[in-house]
């Protein structure tokens, strides 16, 4: 059974940087993409950034790109998201996904395993 968890939300202020964590157990970390999700009031869940196993090639959505940096450590069976820039629109439960292929996609049908999400607040 794969587990993914979440860390390391919180409230911040619009401009502020918040730092989350991610780690799945289970399965071999280092051979599958791992991917980040959020979902806020207005939106219906959204991709924001994906990763290939080895952390070499990654996607990031256009209104996160330049703001927002997944990485992953795989000897530490952990993925990040570095967000920077905060805005009050990216106020959303964020979460963590572990794919089913080395390769990320922006499709949620290709991450069968997910996370319990964590709350990121923007206040402006």
């Known amino acids: 059974q794969v587990q993914v968890a979440e860390s390391g939300g919180g409230l911040v202020q619009a401009g502020g940087s918040l730092r989350l964590s991610c780690t799945a157990s289970?399965?071999?970390?280092?051979?599958?993409?791992m991917g980040w999700f959020r979902r806020s009031p207005e939106k219906e869940r959204e991709f924001v950034a994906g990763i290939d196993r080895s952390g070499s090639n990654s996607l990031h959505a256009d209104s996160v790109k330049g703001r927002f940096t997944i990485s992953r450590d795989n000897a530490k069976n952990t993925v990040y998201l570095q967000m920077n820039s905060l805005k009050a629109e990216d106020t959303a439960v964020y979460y963590c996904?572990?794919?089913?292929?080395?390769?990320?996609?922006?499709?949620?049908?290709?991450?069968?395993?997910w996370g319990q999400g964590t709350q990121v607040t923007v206040s402006s």
């Open positions: 996904a572990a794919g089913r292929t080395p390769f990320y996609s922006s499709s949620q049908e290709e991450y069968p395993y």
């Open positions: 289970g399965r071999r970390f280092s051979s599958y993409a």
